[in-house]
């Protein structure tokens, strides 16, 4: 399994914006697909990017087409995830999580990732 650990949450000003980082362990990194979920209280968690092992295919949830952008770089086995023009409902513990099987394409079901992160706060006051 890969082990995941993000950073880069904070509290934030709406219209503001910030980039959460997920260190990977574990040599085989770049062969899985990697995404981002949020969870606030009382929400279920939700899919809010992807991106695909080799990082040529992405998704995102409607609510941040347009304004978050995820990438990968896999010299430095790590995900990221630039969040921009943030507003108060995107306020929610944001979680990295890696793909059950390896050379996958952009995954977007919450079961069929296998290894999460611990999460970081993001807080975006108005």
């Known amino acids: 399994q890969v082990q995941l650990v993000e950073s880069g949450g904070g509290l934030v000003q709406a219209g503001g914006s910030l980039r959460l980082s997920c260190a990977a362990s574990g040599r085989t990194f770049r062969t899985y697909g990697m995404g981002w979920f949020r969870q606030a209280p009382g929400k279920e968690r939700e899919l809010v990017a992807a991106i695909s092992w080799s990082g040529g295919s992405t998704y995102y949830a409607d609510s941040v087409k347009g304004r978050f952008t995820i990438s990968r770089d896999n010299a430095k086995n790590t995900v990221y995830l630039q969040m921009n023009s943030l507003r108060p409902e995107d306020t929610a513990v944001y979680y990295c999580?890696?793909?059950?099987?390896?050379?996958?394409?952009?995954?977007?079901?919450?079961?069929?990732?296998?290894?999460w992160g611990q999460g970081t706060q993001v807080t975006v006051s108005s």
């Open positions: 999580a890696a793909s059950k099987s390896p050379y996958s394409a952009v995954t977007t079901k919450s079961a069929d990732f296998g290894s």
